[in-house]
């Protein structure tokens, strides 16, 4: 049971260059959420999504888009990326329950220079 | 807006020791969710502990518990007999009851727990 992927791992963009982190959850959970972790504050909500066709805007949403085409995959893209995006991105899914924890995935560092 | 605070960046323990992690939090809800995530240095993201705040008995799961103050908004976690394994960050996060939480977790910025040896 692989739970949440994300791809790639690792990866360094320079300024202004585009790339999308993808995410998969093989759990046929409703609910999935981009968050990204810096140093010394904690873990913030970039984009979510309640259901397949479905996104929202978090906390962070500037500089970020989301899709949301199949149930099982949510799609982060930066459309020119900036060194203040530099950072830890997770992404996490739930069941459609306030009681259910989010399950995360192993995170995707990019570096943006 | 709901807030989380972990007024503690860094803690240090003996191992063998019982250490304990403060979260408090702000929210004009009266019904939501607690929880506790530890991140090892692998980066992963693992549950800890979960609290209902509709109910007065804290948590524990093993080694793990907590002590819930709802009228003060404190949800702290204690680490009984602490294990080398134990060393990592620790995050607290709060989730609001009703429309099924959509909106997801919010975070404290953490406390990074060392284990002394």
């Known amino acids: 049971n692989a739970g949440v992927t994300q791809t790639p791992k690792f990866r360094v963009l320079k300024t202004g260059q585009s790339m999308t982190l993808l995410c998969a959850q093989d759990?046929?959970?409703?609910?999935m959420y981009w968050y990204r972790q810096d140093p010394g504050m904690g873990l913030r909500l970039i984009h979510y999504?309640?259901?397949?066709?479905?996104?929202a805007k978090g906390e962070v949403p500037d500089g970020y888009n989301v899709s949301r085409l199949k149930k099982q995959n949510f799609l982060l893209g930066l459309e020119s990326a900036a060194p203040s995006q530099t950072s830890v991105y997770f992404c996490?899914?739930?069941?459609?329950?306030?009681?259910?924890?989010?399950?995360f995935g192993n995170g995707t560092r990019l570096t943006v220079t | 807006a709901q807030t989380v605070t972990q007024s503690q960046p860094e803690m240090s323990v003996q191992e063998a020791e019982t250490v304990t992690l403060s979260c408090t939090y702000d929210?004009?809800?009266?019904?939501?969710?607690l929880f506790w995530y530890k991140q090892p240095p692998s980066r992963q993201m693992i549950l800890v502990i979960r609290?209902?705040?509709?109910?007065?008995q804290n948590a524990t799961e093993n080694r793990f518990s907590v002590n819930f103050q709802k009228a003060a908004k404190s949800f702290s976690l204690k680490i009984s007999d602490s294990q080398l394994g134990d060393a990592a960050m620790y995050f607290c996060?709060?989730?609001?009851?009703?429309?099924?939480?959509?909106?997801?977790?919010?975070f404290g910025k953490g406390t990074h727990l060392i284990i002394q040896p």
């Open positions: 759990m046929n959970h409703e609910y």
């Open positions: 929210t004009s809800e009266s019904d939501y969710y």
């Open positions: 996060a709060y989730r609001r009851r009703g429309g099924g939480g959509a909106d997801g977790l919010t």
């Open positions: 996490a899914s739930s069941y459609q329950a306030d009681y259910s924890p989010l399950h």
């Open positions: 609290q209902e705040a509709y109910k007065q």
């Open positions: 999504s309640v259901g397949e066709g479905t996104t």
